[in-house]
């Protein structure tokens, strides 16, 4: 029986977060997530029902019902590709796409190693993980802050995560506010350098203009991850800022 599976969105933009700013990627975003973070961007993407919104190249947009065949999902990332590499990844994210991981793997099996693959993920979930990471080329992370989140401590997940990420390339991205006390930065920081000190750790304000961090406590951020590791960037999200999505 074909897989199906529940799509919030599929549509080609700019990246605009993390080190690969400014990219054009596909973006599927996957429906559904359990956690509810109290800052989450995508509130749009964590209902469980509602159909699917489909970018058709100068055209607009379609809407399909939810769940969707792995092959109609198939054909809808590739319809995105106005010539061939005019998109430089493939971004898969949420919702929470690893709470769909059968649906995913299916999916990237279809499409057969045709994009350079980007996981977007909340880092908590290092089983579903293990089940897709062969087929992922990038997977970015998050350390869930409980300054941010409102939803308490995810650290023995996120080592979990970050342990189960080894050999693929990692971006660990920490959303802060101006509530969040140093140490949850660096408590992060040491999660990170023990399970995977290669990583890329970028310290990211939350968006919102009311409750954007001062630049001194960013510099802050900055010095107590760096003292800690090796690749540490502060970047806020592009995307609002060009007004795409
Ligand atoms: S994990 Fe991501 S998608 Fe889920 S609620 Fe938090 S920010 Fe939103």
Redesign the pocket.
Known sequence: MDSTGYISEIFSSFQGEGPYMGERHIFVRFLG?S???G?????Y??AEAGPARIEEAGIGFKRLENPLPVRTVMEAVISQEVFPGFNSKLAIT???PLEQPEFLRALLGELGGRFKTLLET?GILPDALLRVKDMVDIISM?F?LPSV?DKGEFWEAHREFALAARGRELIAKAVVSPGTPIKEVEMAANILAKAAPDALFVIQPITEKSATPSPEMLFEFYSCARRILKNVRVIPQVHKIMGVR
């Open positions: 997530c956690l509810g973070c800052y989450c961007d995508t509130p993407a964590m949420g919702g929470e909340n998050d869930k989140t």
